[in-house]
């Protein structure tokens, strides 16, 4: 067990403990003693680490009885092992706090015994010898003379070894030892707080690096597919608008010949096709930005949005349909941005989806609920079938076939994600030929 | 009107419905180079393009940004370097944010997205041919070293 004490004078910290004058025989009153009693379990609820509780459980046993030199392992059951966390010396006139050796070791002879059976009390006769098995300290030439030996407990477990030594033979009696013992007592419940904490400390600490690592591993493949899906819908629509204008100037201005019917309505699926695609991609597109893109709550005027809107949409006018504003809009907390590719989206649908021929009426109606703001979109459409509610806010599902209604399936989906997106919620009510209500409910502003 | 125009950009395609344009509308006065480094060539008048009887000095450079050898944001800036250069139009299928800060960040004149139909295009270039070849005024190069 000799490995050579290291001891660092740099450790020395006078304040640490309270040096008493003489080595041995501190206060023994039984009042002073009550009283150092009566405020240990105070001051042992301040400390926050292993050594601060041992210490305070030092301090007070210097002041009843005195030592040279201590030590405080704490033991591990499940491992059989223990590790110092105190050891101090008197080198000279002057304490030192000794940088511990002893880590993870099985316990000594002497440790041993003190777990299985309980408070040891060693008085050695002079002249005395160093014992084969002690465990280096900072003056190793000086064996001590006497020794209090106690099992650090909780719950019939020991958790730690709590030795005072001095120099002087004699010096502590079986009173210091019960006394000792019963401080030992006081401090395992604050120690076993201290490690419970500790554990926990530890185990928040290692959570938070997993969730850095994990954080960073997913912010670079947010970052790939990023600049994945950007490379590919601008790669890919390239080749489409060659599509798209070799077949409509072939349509156009093929030189020199003209073109059959059949040839020209081939050509113009194939320019149909083309914008379907190229629609497709844009949409997708702006899946991608509304899912990762940087989003800013503020106060938005939904009654000028939705003019603009509109406005911005002037094939709505030329199909004739008519959009309603219904009573006075609060300003909601949202995002310009993402509102207004929700009420594009939304109203497209409603102008949409009519019977063929029919002329889409749209009425935009505001509900205001406590703090928040529930704006419903409804329209004279075909409505939705009860077996298809479950669908229609997922990418690509579309209720109807390309032919009969133009669309890319993922507009639904975009408006969804946006409104999450600003703590919103969307939703609506629809029956077969009577319309449908959507809704879209955000926080009101504070105006 | 009958400003000299570059225009730099690699993809086929592209070049054809570019040249149709151009056709339609009676613009006559252009030169094609297909990637940055001929783009940079050209307005240095360097290699086969030291006759500047054939090959003009442009006024307007419409710019692709996708390049081969050298990017265009890059052509830009070397063009940027001497004071007195050309107008500078990018014409990209990007309208990505950074690029459209970068593009005039590096000293565009105008940032144009391709649009994706034949009408678009010739309607784009319309666009151009009205306001930067006819009411545009462009400064005399002699006075190109003149600062206010």
């Known amino acids: 067990m000799n490995q050579g004490a290291q001891f660092s004078p740099g450790n020395m910290s006078a304040g640490d403990f309270q040096s008493s004058s003489s080595s041995a025989g501190?206060?023994?009153?039984?009042?002073?003693?009550?009283l150092a009693f009566s405020k240990?379990?105070?001051?042992?609820?301040?400390?926050?680490?292993?050594?601060?509780?041992?210490?305070?459980?030092?301090?007070?046993?210097d002041t009843f009885f005195g030592w040279d030199a201590c030590t405080f392992d704490s033991y591990s059951e499940a491992e059989d092992a223990v590790s110092a966390v105190i050891v101090v010396d008197r080198i000279g006139d002057e304490r030192v706090d000794v940088e511990p050796v002893v880590r993870n070791q099985k316990p000594t002879r002497r440790m041993r015994q003190v777990i299985e059976e309980g408070p040891l009390l060693i008085l050695r006769k002079p002249p005395i010898q160093m014992p084969s098995d002690a465990v280096p300290m900072g003056d190793q030439s000086r064996p001590s003379a006497s020794l209090l030996y106690v099992p650090v407990r909780s719950c019939d477990r020991v958790i730690g070894l709590l030795s005072i030594q001095s120099y002087t033979p004699d010096a502590y009696s079986v009173e210091d030892l019960e006394t000792l013992q019963s401080l030992a007592d006081h401090g395992a419940g604050a120690l076993e707080r201290i490690q419970a904490e500790e554990k926990m400390q530890q185990l928040n600490r290692e959570l938070e690096d997993r969730i850095a690592e994990r954080t960073a591993a997913l912010a670079a493949t947010v970052g790939e597919l990023e600049a994945f899906s950007y490379s590919v819908s601008h790669d890919m629509r390239a080749p489409l608008r060659a599509m798209h204008g070799y077949a409509q100037i072939l349509v156009e201005q093929y030189p020199g010949k003209v073109l059959?019917?059949?040839?020209?309505?081939?050509?113009?699926?194939?320019?149909?096709?083309?914008?379907?695609m190229d629609l497709l991609i844009q949409d997708v597109l702006s899946?991608?930005?509304?899912?990762?893109?940087?989003?800013?709550l503020e106060p938005v005027d939904m009654e000028g949005l939705i003019a603009d809107v509109i406005d911005a949409h002037p094939q709505w006018r030329s199909s004739k349909a008519s959009i309603e504003v219904i009573g006075r809009i609060p300003k909601v907390v949202g995002n310009e941005a993402l509102l207004m590719q929700c009420v594009s989206n939304l109203l497209s649908n409603a102008i949409k989806f009519v019977v063929a021929g029919a002329q889409p009426h749209v009425k935009i109606r505001p509900e205001q609920?406590?703090?928040?703001?529930?704006?419903?979109?409804?329209?004279?459409?075909?409505?939705?079938?009860?077996?298809?509610?479950?669908?229609?806010?997922?990418?690509?599902?579309?209720?109807?076939?390309?032919?009969?209604f133009e669309g890319t399936g993922i507009g639904l989906t975009i408006v969804r994600k946006a409104v999450e997106r600003l703590n919103g919620q969307v939703g609506f009510k629809s029956t077969p030929g009577q319309g449908s209500k959507f809704w879209m409910q955000l926080p009101k502003a504070t105006e | 009107m009958n400003e000299p125009i570059l225009l730099v950009e690699d993809e086929e395609n592209d070049i054809f419905f570019m040249t149709d344009a151009f056709n339609r509308l009676g613009i006559v006065n252009f030169q094609i180079v297909t990637d940055g480094q001929q783009a940079v060539d050209y307005l240095r008048g360097e290699g086969k393009f030291s006759d500047r009887s054939q090959f003009p000095m442009p006024t307007i450079v419409l710019l692709d940004l996708k390049l081969p050898f050298i990017m265009g944001l890059d052509v830009l800036k070397r063009i940027r370097e001497r004071p007195g250069g050309p107008i500078v139009i990018i014409l990209s299928a990007s309208s990505d944010?950074?690029?459209?800060?970068?593009?005039?960040?590096?000293?565009?004149?105008?940032?144009?997205?391709?649009?994706?139909?034949?009408?678009?295009?010739?309607n784009l270039v319309r666009s151009i041919k009205d306001f930067w070849l006819t009411h545009n005024v462009v400064p005399d190069s002699r006075f190109a070293s003149v600062r206010p």
Not at chain 1, 26 to 34: P, Y
Not at chain 1, 40 to 61: N, P, Y
Not at chain 1, 260 to 276: G, H
Not at chain 2, 100 to 118: D, E, F, T, W
């Open chain 1, 287 to 296: 899946y991608t930005k509304v899912l990762r893109g940087h989003v800013t």
């Open chain 1, 369 to 404: 609920i406590g703090n928040n703001v529930t704006i419903w979109f409804e329209d004279n459409g075909i409505g939705i079938a009860p077996e298809d509610h479950g669908r229609i806010f997922r990418m690509f599902e579309r209720i109807h076939p390309a032919a009969e």
């Open chain 1, 260 to 276: 059959d019917e059949t040839a020209v309505d081939y050509l113009s699926r194939i320019a149909r096709s083309a914008v379907r």
């Open chain 1, 26 to 34: 501190g206060v023994n009153s039984a009042q002073e003693r009550l």
């Open chain 1, 40 to 61: 240990l379990g105070h001051r042992l609820c301040s400390a926050r680490t292993q050594r601060d509780a041992i210490k305070i459980i030092l301090d007070i046993a």
């Open chain 2, 97 to 122: 944010p950074r690029d459209i800060s970068s593009g005039y960040a590096a000293g565009a004149n105008a940032y144009l997205v391709k649009p994706s139909s034949v009408e678009g295009l010739l």
